[in-house]
């Protein structure tokens, strides 16, 4: 018999809805097609909260694990969708970027890059960063900035990756709307085709209301790669919906 304390410990389908932002009918379809676990108590569905954010940490896992299967060319293939949980982790995530001049911003960010062991060359790509902040801000507007190289094949890469960093306070990174940057988006790809296709699936997820909200608001990483699962479970729903709506038979 499951000893675990019943207080604060089960969910409702609302619950797990509301934590996953998606409707109640998303969760039922999972539920029949085993994807997430959960049991019933009186014809009514319950979940544990320990076994639910699991199964989220495993989720996150199976993308991290299958990351370099295949990714740059799924990316280069316009058929496929591009996923941003499988281009970065924990260890690309940052989340107390301090008040600091922009060259310190870039810093940061590339330190994370070799850390990881994606590039080897700190000194070259943060010079490449910086060259492509004097050309143009890269300040896209809402608070986000997306510093990239100029030539991705500049520096190659073994597999693609993006590197998340959060500035709570905000930073003046020169956007056309003036608005403060708050967060970071740096993809390394070393292919131009695969760059523009993690430049167009940013765009496309952050778009979604509320989610670039829940990443900056996010404490650790952790709480970031959850923020961007479920930007990618929201994306999979209005993706299903629409062919279920072209699907219908004409009238």
Known sequence: MDNRDINGQMMT??????????????????????DI??????????????????????????????????LASMLSNETDSVPLSRLTRESL??????????????????????????????????????????????????????????????????????????????????????EPVRLFLLPVSGDEVVHLRVLSAIRRGLVIDGIVDSIVQARNPEEVMKAILQMEVIQQNIKEEGNNYDSRPAS
């Open 13 to 34: 389908m609302s619950d797990v809805a509301e934590a996953l932002k998606v409707s109640e009918k998303t969760v039922s379809r999972m539920l029949q097609e085993g």
């Open 37 to 70: 676990p959960g049991f019933k108590i009186a014809n009514q569905w319950r979940f544990y909260r320990e076994d639910f954010y699991s199964w989220i940490d495993r989720k996150r896992n199976d993308r991290e694990n299958n990351a370099r299967i295949g």
């Open 93 to 178: 995530i940052v989340t107390d970027i301090p008040i600091v001049p922009r060259d310190s911003v870039l810093r940061i960010l590339t330190e994370a890059l070799i850390a990881d062991g994606t590039i080897s060359d700190q000194d070259r790509f943060l010079s490449g960063l910086i060259s492509r902040e004097k050309m143009m801000s890269t300040g896209v507007g809402g608070g986000i900035a997306i510093p990239h190289l100029r030539n991705p094949s500049d520096q190659p890469v073994e597999s693609p990756r993006l590197v998340i960093g959060i500035c709570p306070d905000g930073l003046d990174w020169g956007a056309f709307d003036r």
